[in-house]
């Protein structure tokens, strides 16, 4: 079998001086959501690995703040950076999350980020 | 207030906590129609994935390091300094590819080691063959 | 049993994960991956870090609005007011490889009270506080601050009223957070010096709230090791 060949000096060259997740600015296009915006996050295929929780899928948030442009965790884990998106900081209400959450703390929140693959329109 | 009968009694606390009736249903690779989807969702799932789950209320503690985990962090961020991996996929492997058994019985900083040794071979740094001998020669330093 | 049995240490000499570390480093700088000098260079810059940084950040912010709203907006530019360059500041000048280089400042108000946690590993923002706690590593913690918050910081001394909005961070990706807790009542008049040292790591992380008098974290159970580290 043959020897891969890695590039140990890729991100070095990438991010030196920059860093990360600056080095991805203005390499993920337009932004498809924008503050304000209500959001759905999508219950995608996840075999294998995910950064966005089992707990928010179906649930529904607003975006808070465009965050960064980064590959997503699910490229980004095995080194392909070749495509990053926008990510989003959502804000979800625990009511919507949690069905025992008490009426008491309905004003409760919970906020988390995730990139744009995962998200619709709601 | 600590004495050695409030040590004990607080200990049979938790340990009759565990005495409990279950019935076990063992599995040994079931046939692929005694899975359902939700098992399947279950046994395939990111084992990092927490949040949410129901836990008990424990006592917050603070912990020395260990000079091996110290070393351990610094490892692993020396190897992605040094280009061998990135953060992320360090995560995947130390924290989901590890699997559902040894995400909870493994110490928190042994999933780090173990990763950071398997990237090595992984990569082809390393042979198995090497990473082996190389514990064997370690571990006779201490015979 | 014979009378001259020894009975078996309570823990081995030297353990597996010892010997799998040395195994994994001396491996690593024979195949050339990294130096034993890179190794001792990292151990060096963890040396530098802690909470206080962080802390000078709430310190300053609470003094000066201008600040505060720079904290908010930029992260990492405030930082660098407290002497934390998330970029260039680490061996790598690139930021480290784990905690990256987006800090986000929670802000609280009296009627917003964030709190942090990552339910996926324990992500943390280590160049302006230093090393996580070993509580906020726990699968439990990870697994209960999301759904059963007021339960949680309950436990940690920490009770809001109900018309107070608990926002909690579930750092998920590659921002990393501290929260800007509200300047308490009672430290009207104080220094920098006196403000930054009322903001502990607890505060920082949000299951504390500053109070004057109070200058350290909860006294808790301190695991001990087996070989501690210690510098």
Request: with cysteine; hydrophobic share 35%; charged share 30%.
């Amino acid at each position: 079998m043959s020897k891969p060949n890695y590039d140990l000096e890729h991100h070095v060259k990438k991010a030196t001086g920059i860093g990360d997740p600056q080095c991805f600015k203005d390499e993920a296009g337009e932004a498809k959501f924008k503050v304000g915006d209500k959001v759905r996050v999508k219950d995608l295929p996840d075999v294998f690995y995910t950064r966005t929780q089992a707990y928010t899928r179906g649930a529904t948030a607003i975006v808070a703040e465009l965050v960064y442009e980064s590959p997503p965790a699910e490229d980004e884990a095995w080194d392909n950076c070749d495509n990053p998106e926008w990510f989003y900081s959502l804000i979800f209400r625990q009511k919507d999350l949690w069905p025992e959450y008490p009426d008491t703390f309905a004003g409760d929140t919970l906020e988390t980020e995730l990139p744009e693959r995962w998200l619709e329109s709601a | 207030m600590s004495s050695p009968t409030r040590n004990r009694v607080l200990g049979h606390l938790d340990y009759v906590g565990l005495l409990q009736p279950a019935i076990h249903k063992e599995t040994h690779a079931p046939y692929p129609d005694e899975v359902t989807n939700e098992q399947y969702r279950a046994y395939t799932r990111a084992a990092h994935d927490v949040g949410g789950e129901r836990d008990v209320p424990i006592s917050w503690e603070e912990k020395e390091e260990e000079v091996w985990e110290h070393n351990t962090f610094v490892t692993c961020e020396v190897l992605a300094w040094r280009g061998v991996w990135n953060a992320e996929e360090r995560r995947r492997r130390q924290n989901v590819d590890v699997g559902q058994t040894q995400y909870l019985g493994l110490p928190y900083y042994g999933r780090w080691l173990l990763t950071a040794a398997l990237i090595l071979v992984d990569k082809q740094f390393v042979t198995l063959t090497e990473l082996h001998d190389k514990i064997d020669e370690v571990k006779k330093r201490y015979e | 049993m014979s009378k001259n049995h020894k009975a078996a240490p309570m823990v081995d000499e030297v353990s597996e994960f010892e010997i799998l570390e040395l195994a994994v480093r001396e491996l690593a700088i024979e195949k050339g991956l990294f130096t034993a000098e890179d190794h001792q260079q990292w151990t060096e810059y963890m040396h530098t870090l802690g909470p206080l940084p962080a802390a000078r950040l709430v310190a300053k912010a609470w003094l000066d609005p201008e600040y505060k709203k720079l904290c908010v907006k930029d992260g990492v530019k405030a930082s660098l007011e407290v002497g934390i360059d998330w970029v260039n500041q680490m061996p790598t000048k690139f930021g480290t490889p784990s905690d990256y280089c987006n800090l986000r400042v929670l802000e609280d108000t009296p009627k917003l009270k964030h709190v942090v946690v990552c339910t996926l590993c324990s992500c943390y923002p280590r160049p302006i506080l230093g090393q996580s706690p070993e509580w906020y590593r726990t699968p439990n913690y990870r697994r209960r601050l999301v759904r059963w918050p007021r339960q949680v910081l309950a436990e940690f001394g920490l009770q809001l009223p109900e018309d107070v909005e608990v926002r909690v961070e579930d750092s998920n990706q590659k921002s990393r957070f501290i929260v800007l807790p509200v300047r308490p009542e009672g430290t009207e008049g104080w220094s920098e010096d006196q403000l930054t040292e009322i903001v502990t790591r607890d505060c920082l992380i949000g299951v504390a709230m500053p109070k004057p008098g109070k200058t350290a974290n909860d006294v808790r159970h301190i695991r001990p090791a087996v070989n501690p580290y210690g510098h």
